[in-house]
């Protein structure tokens, strides 16, 4: 039982470039999420998903596009980045409404 | 909309002090909340939770919290650090009626030797 995994762990972009983080949980948990945590922010918010084929927007979704076509999976897209979406991106996941949620190890993104 | 913040930036300790993180949420209803602990490099993981009950709740590696509806605070505790509880602390709470969940910009402890 792996939890919740991401790839990749490290990443460096030039501005302007794209990418997509894969996010799997194997909990069968109908809830996930990406959040971006910056120091001194905490973490906020990108986009999330209800379930399978659903995708809405969080607190910071400007510049990243989501899918969720397979429960387990949750991909987070930069159609173009900028030095602004350096960041560690954190996806997590949850089985219920209000509980709590389990977070993978993370991916650190710099944008030169 | 649920908000959560934590009063602390960065606390430096040395072993054996006792350590306390406040918390405080601005929904008055029900509430479901979390303090999370992130250790050096690593992910977030929880820490303990409360969702209704007893208000003195006990979490791992020797850690509890107290939920004090009257204050609308959630302050995290621990009698006695050790170096290795070094680490980002955050509380987070749903939004009411939401999965989503609002945290605090984190605490950071440094535990000195």
């Known amino acids: 039982n792996a939890g919740v995994t991401q790839t990749p762990k490290f990443r460096v972009l030039k501005t302007g470039q794209s990418m997509t983080l894969l996010c799997a949980q194997d909990?069968?948990?109908?809830?996930m999420y990406w959040y971006r945590q910056d120091p001194g922010m905490g973490l906020r918010l990108i986009h999330y998903?209800?379930?399978?084929?659903?995708?809405a927007k969080g607190e910071v979704p400007d510049g990243y596009n989501v899918s969720r076509l397979k429960k387990q999976n949750f991909l987070l897209g930069l159609e173009s980045a900028a030095p602004s979406q350096t960041s560690v991106y954190f996806c997590a996941s949850s089985y219920k409404v209000g509980g709590w949620q389990y977070f993978g190890p993370g991916t650190r993104l710099t944008v030169t | 909309a649920q908000s959560v913040s934590q009063h602390n930036h960065h606390v430096i300790l040395s072993e054996a002090a006792s350590l306390e993180l406040g918390c405080n949420y601005s929904y008055g209803g029900t509430v479901n909340l979390f303090w999370y602990v992130q250790y050096p490099g690593q992910h977030l993981q929880l820490l303990l939770k409360y969702f209704s009950g007893d208000p003195l709740v006990k979490g791992i590696k020797g850690f509890e919290a107290e939920f004090i509806k009257s204050k609308f605070s959630f302050n995290l505790r621990k009698p006695s650090v050790q170096w290795s509880d070094t680490a980002e602390y955050f509380c987070?709470?749903?939004?009411?009626?939401?999965?989503?969940?609002?945290f605090g910009a984190g605490t950071t402890v440094t535990v000195r030797a």
């Open positions: 909990m069968n948990h109908e809830y």
């Open positions: 987070a709470s749903p939004r009411s009626n939401d999965y989503k969940l609002s």
């Open positions: 998903s209800v379930g399978e084929g659903t995708t």
